[in-house]
């Protein structure tokens, strides 16, 4: 639980949240609309999103939280998920793009997307692109994005071929490539978003003990979590930058910074490559097809 609060620190603000059922995203959620934002919380299954909502409301009594559903393993889901959110919102002033998956086995998407990659980062950046009208309607938007310091080992593949190939695929590095890519994804929108009100950070919550490795993820995942699992922090722990990024007056002007414990940490060189986060950009606009919209 987070300590004391301004309950007026939020008051009016509209706080989309994706992957908010359970977890950090739900710790998240909670504290939020303790600080008074009219909370937006995107969810897969409707049980869980129901269950998310209530416990909002138990901890915000007085809050009305809308609830989304959104598959983020398909990108006509979240374009989706956009049209709807510009439908029913003139502004969003913090996106927390929060949804994120350890994959098990190769799995590609109907669409032809390796799974993590898609709901990790493709669909986060294609939603974060959608949705930036509505973030530049606010007085002062904040885009704050879930990474991992699992980037240190990650890399971008040229190609969806090279990044689908059996071969070459383990979910282990699959899921690093996407940590690497919400960084990279993150400093490229910060550069882009300079002369906005629009500010965009991400984070490293922390090694969390939440749902993320599942039945379906791989030997080497499961035994790597239960042998760092007595050293893994709570979700409220975890929780802690997001809600700090998403709600403090100290980072009112930051953009463009990678954070641990509140405060900018250090991340990996190839993370801090404008040249591979230009790279980086190029091939999302092709795998999603923003260009094309």
């Known amino acids: 639980m987070v300590g004391s609060f301004d309950q007026q620190v939020l008051r009016g603000k509209t706080v989309l949240i994706t992957g908010a059922s359970g977890g950090i995203g739900l710790v998240t959620a909670r504290e939020l609309a303790r600080r008074g934002a009219h909370l937006v919380l995107v969810c897969r299954h409707p049980d869980r999103a129901a269950g998310a909502r209530a416990a909002v409301q138990f901890v915000a009594p007085g809050s009305d939280p809308d609830v989304l559903l959104c598959d983020f393993s398909l990108l006509a889901n979240v374009r989706e998920l956009a049209a709807e959110i510009d439908r029913r919102y003139e502004k969003i002033d913090v996106l927390i793009n929060n949804v994120g998956i350890v994959p098990g ?18 669909a986060p950046f294609l939603l ?13 938007a904040r885009i704050v994005t879930l990474a991992s310091d699992a980037h240190w080992l990650g890399e971008i593949e040229a190609s969806q071929e090279a990044r689908n190939d059996p071969e070459k695929y383990s979910s282990l590095t699959a899921y690093c490539d996407t940590k690497l890519a919400n960084i990279l994804f993150t400093n490229e929108l910060a550069h882009r978003l300079d002369l906005t009100g629009v500010t965009a950070n991400c984070l490293h919550p922390g090694i969390v003990d939440t749902g993320l490795v599942n039945p379906n993820s791989s030997r080497l995942i499961k035994a790597l979590w239960w042998l760092a ?8 722990q975890g929780a802690q930058t997001s809600i700090y990024l998403a709600s403090s007056s100290e980072v009112d002007k930051v953009t463009g910074q990678y954070f641990k414990h509140n405060k900018p940490g250090r991340c990996s060189s190839r993370a801090q490559n404008r040249a591979e986060a230009s790279r980086l950009w190029r091939i999302s606009e092709e795998e999603t097809g923003l260009g094309q919209l």
Do not use: C, D, Q
């Open 105 to 122: 086995p190769l799995t590609i998407t109907s669409e032809g997307h390796e799974l993590s990659w898609v709901t990790n980062h493709l």
């Open 128 to 140: 974060t692109n959608l949705l930036l009208p509505k973030l530049t309607a606010a007085e002062k």
């Open 229 to 236: 699992r007595p050293f893994m922090i709570s979700p409220e």
